[in-house]
Structures are given as structure tokens and as C-alpha cells.
Nanobody, 115 residues
Framework: QVQLVESGGGLVQPGGSLRLSCAAS????????MAWYRQVPGKQRDLVAR???????NYADSVKGRFTISRDNAKNTVYLRMNRLEPEDTAVYYC?????????WGQGTQVTVSS
């Protein structure tokens, strides 16, 4: 069974940076668009950033210019570099495919931005 394992979250002050990683068991990345999502308790899970197999990226307006998504298909890993973090970025972050190709969700990684 394919598993997605997110890591790299933590507590950071406003203006700080974090780098999230998402590793998968099995070769599930190659050829697929991969994405990072985030969810705040009581709200829906929102797509934050996505990247095609060829490296084309798209971002939600709220993170554009601050977050960078990247991938390493050989390592079955997708990354999210987050700079200039704001309290509004506080959420559990998940990675997955998009749309109808979504796999079972991992446990996510908590990001808390607070002074």
C-alpha cells in the first residue's frame, strides 16, 4: 500500500522559514502532478502549490512569492520551501496527487507560525 509521509513542520516565528518534505513508498510521483495542501481545523483542505512532472509550478495567491514547490522523482520526494511565514500559514500540511488521482492521505505535518 502506498504511503505518503510528510515531515519538516514545526513552530516558527513570523517571518521565518521552513522546508517540508514528502516521501512516498513506491514510485508514485513520476508522471503525475504533485501538490501540497493545508488544512485548518474545521475548514476544508486547500491546495497550496502544485508541480507537474516537468517542473511547471502553480501557487495559491496567498503564498505566491513566498513558497516554492520542487520535486525529486528519483527519490520519490516532493518539497515545499516556505519563506516569510505568516500566522495565517498555520495549518497541517499534506502532499498528494490532485483531482481524481488523489491517494490515501498521510498524517500531515503541523506548521505553527507564532511569536
Amino acid at each position: 500500500q502506498v504511503q505518503l509521509v510528510e515531515s519538516g513542520g514545526g513552530l516558527v516565528q513570523p517571518g521565518g522559514s521552513l522546508r517540508l518534505s514528502c516521501a512516498a513508498s513506491g514510485s508514485i510521483f513520476s508522471g503525475y502532478i504533485m501538490a501540497w495542501y493545508r488544512q485548518v481545523p474545521g475548514k476544508q483542505r486547500d491546495l497550496v502549490a502544485r508541480i507537474t512532472n516537468g517542473g511547471t509550478t502553480n501557487y495559491a495567491d496567498s503564498v505566491k512569492g513566498r513558497f516554492t514547490i520542487s520535486r525529486d522523482n528519483a527519490k520519490n520526494t516532493v518539497y515545499l520551501r516556505m519563506n516569510r511565514l505568516e500566522p495565517e500559514d498555520t495549518a497541517v500540511y499534506y502532499c498528494n496527487r490532485i483531482g481524481a488521482l488523489v491517494l490515501s492521505w498521510g498524517q500531515g505535518t503541523q506548521v505553527t507560525v507564532s511569536s
